[in-house]
């Protein structure tokens, strides 16, 4: 069997099984902050029998997790109870698919088996070293994964036929992005430009994309009438240019963080892309559009520019660097990569260049993971046990004091205690029969 055949299979596989490790031997098995909120609700508005559609389709923070609530309740019912590290075995998948995704398309670039292995690692290492280990061991952040995934394929059906299907196929993605995440926006938006380039420029069926455009209308009208807005958080957003552009520069320059970093990600690729829009442009200025795949991945990594903008202005007085948001950041190495490996000349040179910038960005993501992350996570497993650990205190104490609760896990002790006793819950916090 060819090896490039099977390689996105394994990549996926492999994914998924370094995170698995990961989740064995750091997880810790307690519900933890916004878990004791969503989940514990939608649990007990089930038991009790007054789940309702107004519950599932309410706003948390500035999102609509939808399909987080309805994907956490199915773990529910599938395992008959609640057990937090059984969620982030099953949410482990959603990188596995990422990565399955991104290989697949990009294994019809390479022509060399070497720019195959060297992409294949970089994927390996973004999607699954725990870095972003915020995602990775709370299964409540699934949507973050979801967003990813939708985003993507969303992008790439446009290098399949464009016809009817394809238009089901986008209507009821884009249409599923208002409800996993407020970000699901960003990705009408570039798909929204990225038909106005093809409907001016392209040979596709434009019929087909004028109807794709008045959907993508009908949708962010919805959109704009399911906004939500949080006021607890207008005091971390950016209130002028100067700090907006150096949190924008600052993302942009992950995982090395500083000026020098910045110059070597972006230099190589916005290089190759001026050369591209160069090259379409004839000395009578009219223009050849380049190849399909290069607008598609110019849009995708749009979205992801937006993306990054969207965090720098709503999170500039925050930590950027939070690992919540560092998956977003580490795709876009993905693609950076990709765009140089494939789109740069045959020259021997050229190529080992090419070869040298991937294999630095799979380093930068190892070396951030190994300085920065990896002690975090210790850490947090540590903070976690002691404060599963004052769980059972409580349970065995006879006043049943809240103040014993540990505020790592909600600094609301009252709210967890009500949490933790409810009679809708007995014998359903599968956790507790897990001292880890």
Known sequence: ??????????????????????????????????QWYSDAEIYILYNSGNLDLNFLFAAHNEHRIVITKILNLLLYLLIGGWDPKIGMYFQAILPGMIAFVLARHFQKSY?????????????????????????????????????ILLGIISHLLYLKKIDFKFLILQFLLQLTLLFVNASGVLIILSTGMLNVFLLLFGKQ???????????????????????????????????????????FLKILS?????????????????????KKIYQSIHSDWSIRIPELSFVVMIALYSWFLLQDLAIAYGRAYSNVYSPRYLFTYGIQLILLSQIVLKYTNHSIRIQLFSFLYSSILSLGIFYYFWTVSFSEIQQRKVDLLVAKESIFTFLNSGDKNPNILSKTLLPNQEYLKSIILHEEMKGFHLWLYNRD
Not at 5 to 26: A, E, H, K, N
Not at 112 to 122: A, E, T, V
Not at 218 to 237: E, G, M
Not at 255 to 272: D, E, H, K, R, S
């Open 1 to 34: 069997m060819n090896l490039l055949r099977i390689l996105p299979y394994s990549i996926g596989i492999i994914t998924v099984l370094i995170q698995v490790v990961f989740i064995y031997f750091y997880a810790v098995d307690v519900p933890y902050w916004d």
């Open 111 to 147: 022509k060399k088996i070497s720019g195959s292995i060297l992409q294949s690692i970089l994927i390996i290492f973004v999607t699954s070293l725990p870095y972003q280990w915020e995602n990775v061991f709370w299964s409540f952040q699934n949507h973050f994964y979801l967003i």
């Open 205 to 247: 069926r434009k019929k087909i994309l004028i109807y794709f455009l008045l959907i993508q209308f009908f949708i962010l009208v919805l959109q704009y009438n399911l906004w939500v807005t949080v006021d607890s958080h207008s005091h971390l957003k950016a209130n002028n240019i100067v700090i907006l552009t150096r949190v």
């Open 254 to 274: 992950f995982p090395f963080g500083n000026t020098a970093g910045l110059f070597f990600l972006l230099f190589l690729p916005v290089l190759i892309v001026l």
